[in-house]
C-alpha cells in the first residue's frame, strides 16, 4: 500500500471532507476515469469547454470550469470581475490601480478564505454590523447597506453560502443587477442537498465555486466554478496555458469567444489555479454520480455507519453517544461527564488522535464537552475502530 511504502500513516477520517485531512475517498468509477484519462493526451482548452457543457448542464448555469479547488474559483471569479476580457488588465494583476478593486461583503460572513478574493489585489470592504452574534440586537447587514458601499470602483460584492447568511442571496443579487455588479458565490461546502448545485444560479448569483473535493466525492485538489459566460471565458483565460500565438489558437468558439479578444494574455493569475485532464475527468465523473445518486440512499449509508458507531461502541463509563439523525448528514455525538471521567473532552479528543490507529473527530463541540463523529469519510471498518478505541479509553 503507498502509504505504508512512504511512512505516512492511514488515520480515521471522522471529520468529514476536510482538507488538512485530506478530503473524502472517492468512488472506483473516479479513480479508474482518472487513470484512463491519464493515459492519453488532448488540447486542455477544448477539455474544458466540454466541462463547461456538463457544468451547465447541472447548474443552470450559462457555462463552468473545472478549478483546483473552490478558493481556487474564487479567485478566478474575483480575476475575472476586475479585467472582464481585456488582456491588458489581467497580465497587469495583481496590480489593480485604474481597475475596479473593491470587493464588498457583510462583515458577519468574513472568513479566511477570503484570502484568495485579495490575492487578485482587491480590497474587501465590509458593511453591516452583527449585533445578532453579539446577543446585545436582532440585526445582521441588511440590503441596502450593500448598496450603500457599492461605488465606481466596486468589481464585486461576495456572498459566503449558509443557511444562517443574511441578507439572503435573493436580496444581494437584487442590488448586484440593479447596480451591475457580479455577485460571487462561495458555495464551498454546500453540497448536498443536491438542489444547491442550481439554486445559487436560480437566485440571480454571477458566479458559484463549489468544492469538487467534499460531498462531491470528486478528487480532493478540484472544485468548479460555474457562473456568466463572459465571467468564466475571463476566468478561464487566467488559469489556462495561454503560451500560444493569437492566430494560431482556435478554441471552441462557445467556450471562448474570440472574436471579442483583442489579443491573448500571458499566464495570468490563476496560473497557480491549474486542474490536470486527471482532475477534471475526475471531477466530472464524481459530479455526474453524485446527480444520480439516490440522496435518500446516501444518506442512509452515512446514517447506518452511524449507527454502527454507536454499536460497536456500547455503553461507556461516564460518557453516552447519541444519534443526530438531523440534518443533511447524520453524525454521533459523544457528550463526556468531565468531572467523573477525570478527564475533559479535549483530552479525550488528544487520546483519540494520538492513538492507533489515529481517530479525528470533529472538534465542533468542545466547549459542550462533545465530540462529534462524521460518518462521510469513514472506510468501511472506520465505525469498529472508533468503538474499540473509545472502550478502551472510557470502559469505567
Ligand atoms: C472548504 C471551503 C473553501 C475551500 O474549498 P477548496 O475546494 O478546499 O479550495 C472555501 N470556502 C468555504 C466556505 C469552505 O468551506
Known amino acids: 500500500m503507498i502509504y505504508e511504502q512512504l511512512g505516512v500513516p492511514t488515520i480515521v477520517n471522522a471529520k468529514g ?37 456538463v457544468i451547465a448542464d447541472h447548474t443552470g448555469a ?55 478574493l485579495r490575492t487578485v489585489g482587491v480590497r474587501l470592504i465590509e ?29 464585486a460584492i461576495l456572498w459566503v453560502a449558509d443557511p444562517a447568511a443574511r441578507p439572503v442571496l435573493a436580496e444581494v443579487t437584487a442590488v448586484g443587477k440593479a447596480a451591475g455588479i457580479p455577485v460571487i458565490v462561495d458555495a464551498a461546502a454546500q453540497l448536498p442537498p443536491v438542489s444547491n448545485l442550481r439554486r445559487f444560479i436560480d437566485e440571480g448569483a454571477d458566479l458559484v465555486a463549489f468544492s469538487g473535493g467534499k460531498a462531491l466525492g470528486g478528487p480532493q485538489a478540484s472544485g468548479i466554478l460555474a457562473g456568466r459566460q463572459e ?19 482556435q478554441p471552441p468558439a462557445d467556450f471562448i469567444d474570440k472574436t471579442r479578444l483583442k489579443g491573448l494574455p500571458q499566464h495570468g493569475i490563476g496560473r497557480p489555479c491549474k486542474a490536470g485532464k486527471e482532475e477534471i475527468v475526475g471531477l466530472l ?13 446516501r444518506r442512509q449509508s452515512w446514517l447506518d455507519r ?31 461527564d468531565e468531572g467523573r471521567a477525570g478527564m475533559s473532552a479535549f483530552q479525550l479528543l ?32 472506520g465505525p469498529e475502530k472508533i468503538g474499540l478505541r473509545l472502550r478502551e479509553l472510557l470502559t469505567a
Not at 23 to 45: F, L, N, R, Y
Not at 68 to 95: E, F, I, K, Y
Request: glycine share 8%.
Open 285 to 297: 465523473t464524481a459530479l455526474e454520480l453524485f446527480v444520480a445518486e439516490d440522496p435518500a440512499a
Open 17 to 53: 471532507t476536510a482538507t488538512r485531512l485530506s478530503g473524502g475517498i472517492m468512488k472506483p468509477a473516479v479513480v479508474e476515469a482518472m487513470a484512463e484519462a491519464s493515459q492519453h493526451c488532448i488540447d486542455m482548452t477544448e477539455l474544458q469547454a466540454k466541462a463547461s457543457v
Open 62 to 116: 450559462e457555462a463552468g470550469l473545472v478549478t483546483s479547488g473552490a478558493a481556487a474559483g474564487l479567485l478566478l471569479g474575483t480575476a475575472a470581475a476586475v479585467t472582464g476580457l481585456d488582456p491588458g488588465r489581467m497580465n497587469r494583476l495583481p496590480d489593480t490601480a485604474g481597475m475596479p478593486n473593491e470587493v464588498v461583503v457583510v462583515r458577519s460572513q468574513r472568513n479566511l478564505y477570503d484570502h484568495a
Open 306 to 336: 452511524c449507527r454502527e458507531i454507536v454499536a460497536a461502541t456500547g455503553a461507556l463509563g461516564h460518557a453516552t453517544l447519541e444519534l443526530h439523525d438531523e440534518g443533511e448528514i447524520p453524525t454521533v455525538a459523544l457528550t463526556l
Open 350 to 381: 488528544l487520546a483519540l488522535e494520538n492513538g492507533e490507529p489515529s481517530i479525528r473527530p470533529d472538534n465542533a463541540a468542545l466547549d459542550r464537552a462533545q465530540l462529534i463523529f462524521n460518518p462521510q469519510c469513514l472506510e468501511l471498518n
Open 231 to 249: 465571467l468564466i471565458m475571463a476566468a478561464a483565460l487566467q488559469m489556462l496555458d495561454m503560451d500560444i500565438l493569437f492566430d494560431q489558437w
Open 127 to 155: 458593511v453591516g454590523l452583527p449585533d445578532r452574534y453579539a446577543g446585545a440586537g436582532v440585526r445582521d447587514a441588511e440590503a441596502w447597506e450593500i448598496a450603500d458601499a457599492i461605488n465606481e470602483r466596486t468589481a
